[in-house]
T-cell receptor, first 115, second 112 residues
Framework: KAGVTQTPRYLIKTRGQQVTLSCSPI?????VSWYQQTPGQGLQFLFEYFSETQRNKGNFPGRFSGRQFSNSRSEMNVSTLELGDSALYLC??????????????FGQGTRLTVV | QKEVEQNSGPLSVPEGAIASLNCTYS??????FFWYRQYSGKSPELIMFIYSNGDKEDGRFTAQLNKASQYVSLLIRDSQPSDSATYLCAAQNAGNNRKLIWGLGTSLAVNP
């Protein structure tokens, strides 16, 4: 069973540019969550999509947006990049079923560097 | 503000010892709890989950949950140098759209 796939793995962008990151969840998983991780800040929740609808949102500016497609694949977009956006961006997929227990499985992440 | 707190460490233990990692949470509505391990430069990987009071064992790992005191712990028996990593604790509320609340993680160093 394939795991969560994130592309690209590494990215270098210039301030002011925009970037799109992609995440393909585990087959059968309909929930995709995005996180930003920087040293000392831990995992910062960006948003969660389930069945193409945003279900949860973190405290990030509107420059950060996402979407989910009918096949559950998700994309995250950051516009007008700032130096502080340099981070590891992680995607996690889960079943998000009826049970309250919803294990999340992470992709390898996309390391974004803004110069 | 719903929070999950962990001692940042580093927690240093000798090889073969028991490593004890603790986590407290503020949301009494939290029902499910997860422990993830993250090696430097890698993504978090799920070690264990627990949702009932008491202990849950899986190999060298034991998760403990005490809902009355609002804490979760992870014990690693016979610690190995390969266990050296950051351990993240997460709590999930069945309501609130089942959002996961994450701790900042505890860094564990197992010394040979």
């Amino acid at each position: 069973k394939a795991g969560v796939t994130q592309t690209p793995r590494y990215l270098i962008k210039t301030r002011g540019q925009q970037v799109t990151l992609s995440c393909s969840p585990i087959s059968g998983h309909r929930s995709v969550s995005w996180y930003q991780q920087t040293p000392g800040q831990g995992l910062q929740f960006l948003f969660e999509y389930f069945s193409e609808t945003q279900r949860n949102k973190g405290n990030f500016p509107g420059r950060f947006s996402g979407r989910q497609f009918s096949n559950s694949r998700s994309e995250m977009n950051v516009s007008t990049l700032e130096l502080g956006d340099s981070a590891l961006y992680l995607c996690a997929s889960s079943l998000r079923g009826v049970s309250p227990l919803t294990e999340a499985f992470f992709g390898q992440g996309t390391r974004l560097t803004v110069v | 503000q719903k929070e999950v707190e962990q001692n940042s460490g580093p927690l240093s233990v000798p090889e073969g010892a028991i490593a004890s990692l603790n986590c407290t949470y503020s949301d009494r509505g939290s029902q499910s709890f997860f422990w993830y391990r993250q090696y430097s430069g890698k993504s978090p990987e799920l070690i264990m989950f627990i949702y009932s009071n008491g202990d849950k064992e899986d190999g060298r790992f034991t998760a403990q949950l005490n809902k009355a005191s609002q804490y979760v712990s992870l014990l690693i028996r016979d610690s190995q140098p390969s266990d050296s990593a950051t351990y993240l604790c997460a709590a999930q509320n069945a309501g609130n759209n089942r959002k996961l609340i994450w701790g900042l993680g505890t860094s564990l160093a197992v010394n040979p």
